[in-house]
């Protein structure tokens, strides 16, 4: 059993930055492949970015390419999500999720495990 939990969202001006945390319980944090996804009222949980257990590989939406950034820090439990260059179209509920396993995933239904949310709202 794994258990996330998520902090780090807030209300930012178009144009910031923010940085969420993820923080893991368990021994085993290594072994597990991490995502970020979004919602919005109304709408379907939208993937952002996935990270592979050894941080080697990272894979994005195109809507954040180039402005957000993956990275996890397995000695401490942690996975992060960089995002600069806000825009309004980034508001929405983040969620941080896990799974075992040694790639990268990019569907809800591939994941295990799901921390309750961050909200992360952009003003224009």
């Known amino acids: 059993q794994v258990q996330l939990v998520e902090s780090g969202g807030g209300l930012v001006q178009a144009g910031g930055s923010l940085r969420l945390s993820c923080a893991a319980s368990?021994?085993?944090?290594?072994?597990?492949?991490m995502g970020w996804f979004r919602q919005v009222p109304g709408k379907e949980r939208d993937f952002v970015a996935a990270?592979?257990?050894?941080?080697?590989?990272?894979y994005y939406a195109d809507s954040v390419k180039g402005r957000f950034t993956i990275s996890r820090a397995n000695a401490k439990n942690t996975v992060y999500l960089q995002m600069n260059s806000l825009k309004p179209e980034d508001t929405g509920v983040y969620y941080c999720?896990?799974?075992?396993?040694?790639?990268?995933?990019?569907?809800?239904?591939?994941?295990?495990?799901w921390g309750q949310g961050t909200q992360v709202t952009v003003s224009s």
């Open positions: 999720a896990a799974r075992s396993g040694a790639g990268y995933y990019t569907r809800l239904y591939e994941y295990n495990y």
């Open positions: 368990g021994r085993t944090f290594s072994s597990y492949a």
């Open positions: 990270i592979t257990g050894n941080g080697r590989i990272t």
